[in-house]
């Protein structure tokens, strides 16, 4: 069964720095593009940033000089930096892969389950 799994989050104060990592496990034989997303209370899931195959990286204008993403293709792992962290920031922060896995012909996108950011003021 092919899944993404976070971990990472937790409860920090503001300016404080949190890593969230994200792990594809599975029949796996390609990742194209992967992303981080984050869901706040009442509020629609919202991109934070995203990282091609070919590394190239985009962000949202809120963590632009703050958060930092990176893959490792080798282990199959996303990673987000996030230094300097604000109480908006907080949210269930989200893993998304373009993964061609056994028994599909084509990439599909996947999630995965979440998890929890918070910063306290």
């Known amino acids: 069964q092919v899944q993404l799994v976070e971990s990472g989050g937790g409860l920090v104060q503001t300016g404080g720095s949190l890593r969230l990592s994200c792990v594809a496990s599975g029949r796996i034989f390609s990742i194209n593009d992967m992303g981080w997303y984050r869901q706040a209370p009442g509020k629609q899931r919202e991109l934070v940033a995203t990282i091609t195959h070919g590394g190239t990286t985009n962000y949202a204008d809120s963590v632009k000089g703050r958060f930092t993403i990176s893959r490792d293709d080798f282990k199959k792992m996303l990673y987000l930096q996030m230094n300097n962290l604000e109480p908006e920031d907080t949210a269930v922060y989200y893993c998304?892969?373009?993964?061609?896995?056994?028994?599909?012909?084509?990439?599909?996108?996947?999630w995965g389950q979440g998890t929890q950011v918070t910063v306290s003021s």
């Open positions: 998304n892969a373009e993964m061609w896995v056994a028994s599909t012909t084509n990439f599909a996108d996947y």
